[in-house]
């Protein structure tokens, strides 16, 4: 069975990001930590991930690094911000 991720409001930036992984079929739990580790950026940046430039996701790396982040979760970080720019 297939779940959706259903919000009452929410950026067209993280449903785009949502349609996107429910079209390839991402598993609920792929679908919970790409939103989370999507919205730790946010948060990071302090503005909507849509104006974010590389520069910003190189520095979030090294903040992540150097607060003791696991290399398993930086690569899954990556992962995630990858899929939702390219998705863009």
Do not use: C, W
Not at 1 to 18: F, G, N
Not at 21 to 46: C, K, P, W
């Amino acid at each position: 069975m297939t779940k959706l991720i259903v919000a009452a409001h929410i950026s067209p930036l993280r449903q785009r990001l949502i349609d996107d992984m429910n079209t390839r079929r991402f598993s609920h739990e792929t679908q919970r930590n790409y939103i989370r580790d999507v919205g730790r950026f946010a948060t990071f940046l302090g503005r909507s991930p849509a104006t974010a430039t590389a520069e910003d996701v190189r520095l979030f790396q090294v903040e992540q690094r150097e607060t003791g982040v696991p290399a398993p979760t930086m690569n899954s970080i990556v992962a995630a911000l990858r899929f939702s720019y390219q998705a863009s």
